[in-house]
């Protein structure tokens, strides 16, 4: 069984910059593909980023790619989500999310999950 506990949301004024933390428990966290996914008010749950096991691919959503960096450090068993040059559109309860199995995009793809943590930009 995995756990997974996100950290580092909260208040920034657009333009700015975040980065989110995302704790892993157990030993498997190496072998385990990483994701960020987000749900804004009213909205569904849409994907952000994903980080393969290894730590060599990355995957961004249209709406983030150019400004979210994903890494991972397996030492830490820790992902990584930098935010830069923040938008309103961005404020939402971002989620992290590992998986056994290669699917990207769908949050059926994903077996565990974490309980979220909240990042509102300010217009």
């Not at 949301?9 to 910059?17: D, E, F, K, N, R």
């Not at 249209?62 to 830069?84: C, H, P, Q, W």
């Not at 056994?100 to 793809?109: A, L, Q, S």
């Amino acid at each position: 069984q995995v756990q997974l506990v996100e950290s580092g949301g909260g208040l920034v004024q657009a333009g700015g910059s975040l980065r989110l933390s995302c704790a892993a428990s157990g030993r498997t966290f190496s072998r385990l593909h990483m994701a960020w996914f987000r749900q804004g008010p009213g909205k569904e749950r849409e994907f952000v980023s994903r980080i393969t096991s290894t730590g060599l691919n990355e995957y961004y959503g249209d709406s983030v790619k150019g400004r979210f960096t994903i890494s991972r450090d397996n030492a830490k068993s820790t992902v990584y989500l930098e935010m830069n040059n923040l938008k309103p559109d961005d404020t939402a309860v971002y989620y992290c999310a590992a998986a056994e199995r290669p699917g990207i995009y769908n949050v059926k793809d994903y077996d565990y999950w974490g309980q979220g943590t909240q990042v509102t930009v300010s217009s």
